[in-house]
Nanobody, 126 residues
Framework: QVQLVESGGDLVQFGGSLRLSCAVS????????IAWFRQAPGKEREGVSC????????EYRDSVKGRFITSTDNALNTVYLQMSSLNPEDAAVYYC???????????????????WGQGTQVTVSS
């Protein structure tokens, strides 16, 4: 059974850092595109980053480049989103999502992803 479980969301101060985790079960995360999305109240869901560990691919939306890093721990089958220099615009519910096909491109488009976690809340105080 495929399952994605996010954790690590918290309240953090402006300029602070946070690491989110996405524990994957049911498939080997390293072989599939795994993405992070976020959705703030009243806003559309947006792609934040995507990783395909086996292909050495990392994609980021422009607003997080240089601040967020996605990595994969193959032994733990877990994908991380390390976030730094957080600002209030980063506050949202963060979701991890996985494609159902190893051949899918790593695009920040939610239509590319089939499996979704339940989300974890990130709040940034100004």
């Amino acid at each position: 059974q495929v399952q994605l479980v996010e954790s690590g969301g918290d309240l953090v101060q402006f300029g602070g850092s946070l690491r989110l985790s996405c524990a994957v079960s049911g498939f080997r995360a390293r072989y599939y595109p795994i993405a992070w999305f976020r959705q703030a109240p009243g806003k559309e869901r947006e792609g934040v980053s995507c990783v395909n560990s086996n292909r050495g691919i990392n994609e980021y939306r422009d607003s997080v480049k240089g601040r967020f890093i996605t990595s994969t721990d193959n032994a733990l089958n877990t994908v991380y989103l390390q976030m730094s220099s957080l600002n209030p615009e980063d506050a949202a519910v963060y979701y991890c999502a996985a494609a159902d096909n190893t051949n899918r491109d790593c695009r920040l488009n939610d239509h590319e992803f089939f499996y979704w976690g339940q989300g974890t809340q990130v709040t940034v105080s100004s």
